[in-house]
Structure formats: C-alpha cells, structure tokens
Nanobody, 124 residues
C-alpha cells in the first residue's frame, strides 16, 4: 500500500527526490514519515509531516538539506534531498500512520504502514 521510488546513485552535493505513493486509508488518515537504514545500523527517523501538509519536522542531521512534502490529491509524500553527503547513503523507507495528533511521530512504532524502501547511494 506504500510504494517508494526515486532512489539512485549520485555524487556528494547532488540532489534526489524520493516519492512514496500510497493507496486507500494508508495515506489520507494521518501523518507520513521517512526513515533511513544504513548498512549495519538500525532504522532511524528522517522527517515527518502532518496530515494537512503543514508542520514538517526533521532529524537534526538533515535539517536545512531535506524537505518533506505531501500532495493529498495525488496520495503521495515526497522527500527532496539536497546537498547529499556520503553519510546519507541508506535505504529510505516511507511510513504512514492513521493518527495526526499534536505530537511529531519520530519513532518506528508510531507508524502502522511501511513501504518497501528505496536505496540511495552517495559517493564522494
């Protein structure tokens, strides 16, 4: 129900735009998020956005470089990644929850639905 795309291999300083297409209730119900998982590491929070499309929230490591957005009419959430660094290399996962409360959902356990992941490789 969540299909992520847009990954690829780029040079440091380049940009990529990830997309996550959702179907049914997985999209319209609540907040959406992006996580990444680097080789040998646990999955970690990248960004989240409220159901309304407002109030994005970012991990410190990507703040100022990444932008999360969503188009509810297209059932899609985006992650614009600029000024990519080699340490951004990871599999990126989109996630969805039916909730959209006052909190920013930064934990994996807050999301009920997950995409399959898309690989981003940044070389120096």
């Amino acid at each position: 129900q969540l299909q992520a795309s847009g990954g690829g291999s780029v040079q440091a300083g380049d940009s990529l735009r990830l997309s996550c297409a959702a179907s049914g209730r997985t999209f319209s119900g609540g907040d959406m998020g992006w996580f990444l998982q680097s080789p040998g590491k646990e999955r970690e929070f990248v960004a989240t956005i409220k159901r309304s499309g407002s109030l994005p929230y970012y991990a410190d490591s990507v703040k100022g470089r990444f932008t999360i957005g969503r188009d509810n009419a297209k059932n899609t959430v985006y992650l614009q990644m600029n000024s990519l660094k080699p340490e951004d290399t990871a599999v990126y996962y989109c996630a969805a929850t039916a909730r959209s409360g006052g909190l920013f959902y930064t934990r994996m356990s807050s999301y009920e639905y997950w995409g399959q992941g898309t690989l981003v490789t940044v070389s120096s």
